[in-house]
Nanobody, 117 residues
Framework: QVQLVESGGGLVQAGGSLRLSCAAS????????MGWYRQAPGKEREFVAQ????????VYADSVKGRFTISRDNAKNTVYLQMNSLKPEDTAIYYC??????????WGQGTQVTVSS
């Protein structure tokens, strides 16, 4: 089992920045990828960004490329999402996701990000 605790969400004006954090505990030795997804009201959950175990490989949704940066600190078992140049359409609940070697997937409780125009 892996437990995830997210933080860093909030209200920000368009063009502003926020940094999300997700701290993992439990079977963290077995964590493969860490990532972020988001779900806006009335929409399905969508992929935002993902980073592999070493941090050497990252993947981003086209909608956030060049604005968001994902990183991880394996010593702290934490993944971060630096969000710059935020837009109103980035408003959503952001969820942390962890995938273990073997394929098990875990989700955080979500943190609200609201971008005002």
């Amino acid at each position: 089992q892996v437990q995830l605790v997210e933080s860093g969400g909030g209200l920000v004006q368009a063009g502003g920045s926020l940094r999300l954090s997700c701290a993992a505990s439990g079977r963290t030795f077995n964590v493969y990828t860490m990532g972020w997804y988001r779900q806006a009201p009335g929409k399905e959950r969508e992929f935002v960004a993902q980073i592999n175990r070493s941090g050497g490989s990252t993947v981003y949704a086209d909608s956030v490329k060049g604005r968001f940066t994902i990183s991880r600190d394996n010593a702290k078992n934490t993944v971060y999402l630096q969000m710059n140049s935020l837009k109103p359409e980035d408003t959503a609940i952001y969820y942390c996701n962890v995938v273990l070697f073997g394929g098990s997937s875990y989700w955080g409780q979500g943190t609200q990000v609201t971008v005002s125009s």
